[in-house]
């Protein structure tokens, strides 16, 4: 299972934050690399997972030597994990990664000819030189069952879920056999049979929870039983899958809760509420910290002692609510959950909600989390992907701090450029138009709040560097429908997804003025504009179809 790379972690990046992670070294050799191949492609690309982000992997780069040789080393959060080697577009591969030493070598000559290009040396070899040969297998039984392969998912949502149970099953089993199948000349490796029960067991239960959700009802004992298995490996891109398909339903069942009993989703224990204004509050002074120390041994007793409490959380409001917040989450977590689903969702309840928080809050709310988690792999998961948001801070503090901001676009970082108006929407938008004449647009409409929006977002990048520089990506951010959004945790957004382009904020009465000009005006939809200015399309392709809209975009600047 492949991704969208959306996120390059760099060889220091890595290795000064996983110095005590184990690591999988990457050796190999690009056979027969002419001039004209290396210049194409100078680098070979291996990527690898994180359990808590399903629309990214996390990738390094290893530049190709005179004679086509590489090496680099990833970082492995769990024994066993699916690695995926991208090179340069033109060669792609799947294989089983364990800490140690692996070899990969394939032919130049060979790209789009041969049926098996990559060979494997080292550890997990019989896995993975036999993985290419249970693909060709799956693809053929798949191909020769249509209710269990080309049609399986046509009448799947309106069956039972005693049915649905069945048929996955079967679609399960159809698939684990094809290891069988692929080696009846040769011994089938264990680790193979392992990684593809991984694989199938997982497709099994990330469709049966899709099934759960759209029809309503909740999942069966044994699914629910099958979250143990989490932090198990191997990591693969199904289990990430998955995983967030079950925080998904998660998330339902923990807003059923608090509707049903908001006594005890609202509120906290007296010693654990003490316990965060002591390790977490400012300024207490030594009288404060022991008071609070008498409250964590024995509780209260009387109501001044909680009007003491009071004021310490007023003193430090804004990190308390922080700590608050997930703390009443975790306890709805535990109070539906095992402790293996309970720690998953811990360390979810962050990288979930990382867009509504500045990075200070990123870090602390990090800390406190690792600190109430016991699982490495889920504590090391989210420590990876909170030094990735972290390593833009630099380029975030610029932006934010950005005040030159006028009615024209304004480069505030190289290829970030803001606009600001209190001109009627009509009247500003076409002055920005007109300042991009003779430029293709592909227009983003998007609001940091839609989960739709930001999904499609972590597209744009890749989408970008297919395209030629000279089409313009712009961005307005509609307005909020309740609460009003921060400035600066939409410049840290844009920024932390290099949303390159032209970025403008409107208002209610902006929106209003622009209803018919920009139709439909919803967050998560897309327009292209001729280099004339005039549309080619009101509703277009969104980014995550990506050939299609790279398509749809080039013809629109022939035009």
Do not use: C
Not at 7 to 27: E, G, P, Q, Y
Not at 465 to 476: K, S, T
Request: no cysteine; proline share 4%; glycine share 4%.
């Amino acid at each position: 299972m492949r991704f969208i790379i959306a996120a390059f972690l760099f060889i220091t990046t890595l290795d000064h934050a996983f110095a005590v992670t184990d690591s999988l070294i990457i050796k190999g050799r690009i056979q027969n690399l002419n001039g004209r191949l290396y210049r194409q492609a100078p680098f070979i690309t291996f990527s690898r997972n994180n359990i808590l982000q399903p629309q990214s992997e996390l990738s390094k780069q290893a530049s190709l030597e005179a004679d086509g040789s590489f090496r680099v080393s990833l970082p492995m959060l769990f024994p066993q994990e699916e690695i995926y080697v991208d090179y340069g577009g033109k060669a792609f591969t799947t294989f089983l990664g364990s800490p140690g030493t692996v070899e990969v070598t394939f032919n130049g000559d060979s790209i789009g000819k041969a049926k098996k290009l990559f060979y494997f040396a080292g550890v997990n070899a019989d896995a993975n030189n036999q993985y290419p040969l249970y693909l060709a297998a799956e693809s053929q039984r798949l191909n020769s069952s249509r209710t269990l392969g080309l049609d399986f998912f046509k009448a799947f949502w309106e069956k039972s879920p005693s049915d649905a149970r069945f048929i996955s099953e079967q679609r399960a089993e159809l698939r684990l056999g094809s290891v069988q199948a692929a080696t009846q000349k040769t011994v089938a490796s264990p680790a193979l049979y392992q990684w593809i029960k991984s694989v199938t067991d997982e497709e099994q239960m990330q469709i049966l929870y899709e099934h759960a959700l759209a029809n309503q009802y909740q999942p069966a004992k044994y699914l629910i039983d099958s979250l143990k298995r989490l932090n198990k490996a191997p990591l693969t891109g199904q289990r990430v899958i998955w995983a967030n398909r079950f925080g998904n339903y998660a998330d339902i069942m923990v807003e059923s809760k608090k509707i049903d009993n908001p006594s005890r989703t609202n509120s906290l224990p007296v010693k654990l509420m003490a316990t965060l204004i002591r390790d977490n509050a400012t300024r207490l002074t030594a009288e404060e910290r022991q008071h609070l120390n008498d409250i964590v041994a024995n509780g209260v007793s009387e109501k001044a002692e909680l009007d003491f409490m009071n004021k310490l959380f007023a003193r430090n409001e804004t990190v308390m609510n922080l700590l608050f917040n997930f703390e009443r989450e975790s306890r709805i977590y535990s109070d539906l959950y095992d402790s293996t689903a309970t720690e998953f969702l811990k360390v979810r309840y962050l990288a979930k909600n990382f867009y509504k928080y500045t990075y200070k809050h990123q870090e602390l709310l990090s800390r406190h989390i690792q600190s109430r988690t016991g699982i490495p792999q889920f504590k090391q998961s989210l420590d990876e992907i909170v030094k990735l948001e972290l390593k833009d801070s630099s380029d975030i503090r610029k932006l934010i701090e950005f005040r030159n901001i006028k009615t024209d676009p304004t480069e505030a970082l190289p290829g970030y450029y803001l606009a600001a108006s209190n001109d009627r929407g009509n009247s500003w938008f076409n002055r920005i138009l007109d300042g991009l004449k003779g430029k293709t647009i592909y227009l983003v409409k998007w609001n940091i709040d839609d989960a739709k929006s930001r999904e499609e977002l972590d597209f744009i990048p890749e989408l970008q560097a297919r395209l030629p520089e000279d089409i313009v990506f712009l961005y307005i951010h509609l307005s909020a429908d309740e609460y009003p959004v921060s400035d600066a945790l939409i410049r840290q957004y844009m920024v932390r997804h290099r949303l390159k382009g032209v970025h403008m904020s409107v208002d209610d009465t902006q929106m209003m003025d622009l209803l018919f000009k920009l139709n439909p005006l919803d967050a998560a939809t897309f327009s292209i504009i001729r280099p004339n200015g005039k549309f080619a399309s009101k509703n277009a392709p969104a980014p995550s179809a990506m050939e299609k809209t790279a398509q749809a975009i080039l013809e629109a600047s022939r035009q």
